[in-house]
């Protein structure tokens, strides 16, 4: 089975720290995405990246940075933590060729609270 | 632009009742749609699919979904509810030409009474 895993499944920081968010997948991918999930708001796209240093901006990138180094790791970065950045934090990974969609594959999640 | 919408923010249905949670989409192309559950304080897992074919999709833990093309509905179903259904239902959808990005509707909770 395909793992996507991220390094913490719960965070409290303060605001104005720089945070980095970790997610590693085991299959391979060449996509990877993060998301935030809000009440109310659904999932919402931030980063993501159809391989390594590439990233490309999604709906509501403001206040966030990536980083994909490695194939298999995408590093979500909140600059300086504003608390309007409480959340949870989805990063996921899918692998494409054509009409063989396979969807994403997701992380067990990141709660992030800034205090 | 392409779009989900998933117009119950909740559903709620007796253990042993057919349910159905609802999903209307916009995109450009033909539509590659999923339906995702998600349990508390859990990422997302996927449930089905409908890339092309039988208009009627099955998937995990018995739900299916429907595929309506002139309605642009992808609604999921199950015949019969159990508890432990109960959970956060997210569609999802992809348009043919934007190639990776999905669009999420905002969720819907179903809540399953015994």
């Known amino acids: 089975d395909v793992k996507v895993t991220q390094s913490s499944r719960y965070l409290v920081k303060r605001t104005g720290e720089k945070v980095f968010l970790e997610c590693v997948q085991d299959?391979?991918?060449?996509?990877m995405f993060w998301y935030r999930q809000d009440p109310g708001l659904g999932l919402r796209l931030i980063y993501f990246s159809y391989d390594v240093k590439m990233k490309e901006k999604g709906d509501i990138p403001e206040g966030y940075s990536v980083s994909r180094e490695k194939k298999e790791r995408f590093s979500l970065i909140l600059e300086s933590a504003s608390t309007n950045q409480t959340s949870m934090y989805l990063c996921?990974?899918?692998?494409?060729?054509?009409?063989?969609?396979?969807?994403?594959?997701f992380g067990s999640g990141t709660r992030l609270t800034v205090v | 632009a392409q779009s989900v919408a998933q117009p119950e923010d909740q559903v709620n249905v007796a253990e042993g009742n057919p349910l159905t949670v609802k999903c209307t989409y916009s995109?450009?192309?033909?539509?590659?749609l999923f339906w995702y559950v998600q349990y508390p304080n859990r990422g997302l897992q996927f449930l089905l699919k409908?890339?092309?074919?039988?208009?009627l999709v099955k998937g995990s833990y018995g739900f299916e979904a429907e595929f309506n093309k002139s309605q642009t509905s992808f609604h999921l179903k199950k015949p019969s509810a159990l508890v432990s259904d109960s959970a956060l239902y997210f569609c999802?959808?992809?348009?043919?030409?934007?190639?990776?990005?999905?669009?999420f509707g905002s969720g819907t909770k179903l809540n399953v009474k015994p």
């Open positions: 999802a959808v992809r348009g043919q030409y934007n190639f990776n990005k999905f669009y």
């Open positions: 996921a990974s899918s692998f494409e060729r054509g009409r063989l969609s396979y969807g994403y594959t």
């Open positions: 409908y890339i092309t074919g039988d208009n």
């Open positions: 995109v450009s192309g033909n539509p590659y």
């Open positions: 299959m391979d991918h060449e996509n």
